[in-house]
């Protein structure tokens, strides 16, 4: 999937925030099958357990488990149907969550050839808070950044100046 385009600013700055919010010795949930970011994390000191590839948007029991202290969601809501069923359903506190910000200058991204490797939605900050909260959390930090990409053109431009990716650190409402 990265063959000659390994995401490394995504990656520094997810991580940097993921380590401002959890101690390195917490043990991740970590939605979706594993992934180079999920090694990184691991490097870094997390206990990472990955979910094993089904689908969030009808079996949710991956989360129900109670014995880890965060679960992670890193560009992953964007491509369920319905990410409010699995957002309720995480038993652990705390969530550290990244989504890609819906872009007014280009179409939401859809492959070609893998149908688990499209975007049903894109988000605006706004939208990803209000599911976040009407699914029970509490936002206690936010950071969004921008996806410069190394073409010419009009779209590239505006990749430099508009922000691409929202992470949030939430913690479950009592």
């Given at each position: 999937?990265?063959?000659?385009?390994?995401p490394?600013?995504?990656?520094?700055i997810?991580?940097?925030?993921?380590?401002?919010?959890?101690?390195?010795?917490?043990?991740?949930?970590?939605?979706?099958?594993?992934?180079?970011?999920?090694?990184?994390?691991?490097a870094?000191?997390?206990?990472?357990?990955?979910?094993?590839?089904?689908?969030?948007?009808?079996d949710v029991?991956?989360?129900?488990?109670?014995?880890?202290?965060?679960?992670?969601?890193?560009?992953?809501?964007?491509?369920?149907v319905?990410?409010?069923?699995v957002?309720?359903?995480?038993?652990?506190?705390?969530l550290?969550?990244?989504?890609?910000?819906?872009l007014?200058?280009?179409?939401?991204?859809?492959s070609?050839?893998?149908?688990?490797?499209?975007?049903?939605?894109?988000?605006?900050?706004?939208?990803?808070d209000?599911l976040?909260?009407?699914?029970g959390?509490?936002?206690?930090?936010?950071?969004?950044?921008?996806?410069?990409?190394?073409?010419?053109?009009?779209?590239?431009?505006?990749?430099?100046?508009?922000?691409?990716?929202?992470?949030?650190?939430a913690?479950?409402?009592?």
């Amino acid at each position: 999937m990265y063959e000659n385009n390994f995401p490394d600013k995504r990656y520094g700055i997810t991580l940097g925030f993921l380590k401002e919010h959890l101690p390195a010795t917490s043990r991740i949930l970590d939605l979706g099958t594993p992934n180079p970011f999920t090694g990184i994390m691991q490097a870094q000191g997390y206990e990472v357990t990955n979910t094993g590839g089904e689908d969030l948007d009808i079996d949710v029991s991956a989360v129900k488990h109670d014995h880890y202290d965060a679960v992670t969601a890193f560009e992953i809501f964007e491509h369920m149907v319905s990410p409010f069923n699995v957002i309720t359903a995480i038993k652990a506190d705390k969530l550290v969550a990244s989504v890609p910000l819906r872009l007014w200058f280009s179409p939401a991204y859809r492959s070609k050839t893998d149908m688990w490797d499209r975007h049903y939605h894109e988000f605006e900050d706004w939208q990803f808070d209000w599911l976040l909260e009407k699914a029970g959390w509490e936002i206690k930090a936010r950071k969004k950044w921008t996806n410069p990409v190394k073409k010419i053109g009009f779209r590239p431009l505006l990749r430099c100046i508009t922000p691409r990716y929202y992470a949030v650190y939430a913690e479950r409402k009592r």
